[in-house]
């Protein structure tokens, strides 16, 4: 079992910052893939960002890409998502998820945080 709590979250002007933490807990936690997925009112669940147990691999979606990085510190047992040059359309609620393997698909992953509210004004 592995228990997620994310934090971080906030309301921001468009081109601000912010970084959102994902604390782990619970037995393979440091060996699980990680991923941040966010969900907009009036939409689906999407995948923004994975990352391997290790690191070595990074996954973004094209609407990110350039503008947030995931990492992690397996010492810690917390993955990040440094969000930067944000816009309103960023706005949504974000989860983080651990699974077997860096996947782009919800489904993939076995444990879900709580999640955190991003709002990006205009």
């Not at 994310?6 to 604390?23: F, I, K, M, P």
């Not at 807990?25 to 941040?36: H, K």
């Not at 966010?38 to 070595?56: D, H, N």
Request: aromatic residues 10%.
């Amino acid at each position: 079992q592995v228990q997620l709590v994310e934090s971080g979250g906030g309301t921001v002007q468009a081109g601000g910052s912010l970084r959102l933490s994902c604390a782990a807990s619970g037995r393979a936690c440091s060996s699980a893939a990680m991923g941040w997925f966010r969900q907009a009112p009036g939409k689906e669940r999407e995948f923004v960002a994975a990352i391997s147990w290790s690191g070595g691999r990074l996954y973004y979606t094209d609407s990110v890409k350039g503008r947030f990085t995931i990492s992690r510190d397996n010492a810690k047992n917390t993955v990040y998502l440094q969000m930067n040059t944000l816009k309103p359309e960023d706005t949504a609620v974000y989860y983080c998820a651990a699974g077997g393997i860096a996947a782009t698909i919800a489904g993939d992953y076995h444990y879900w945080g709580q999640g955190t509210q991003v709002t990006v004004s205009s």
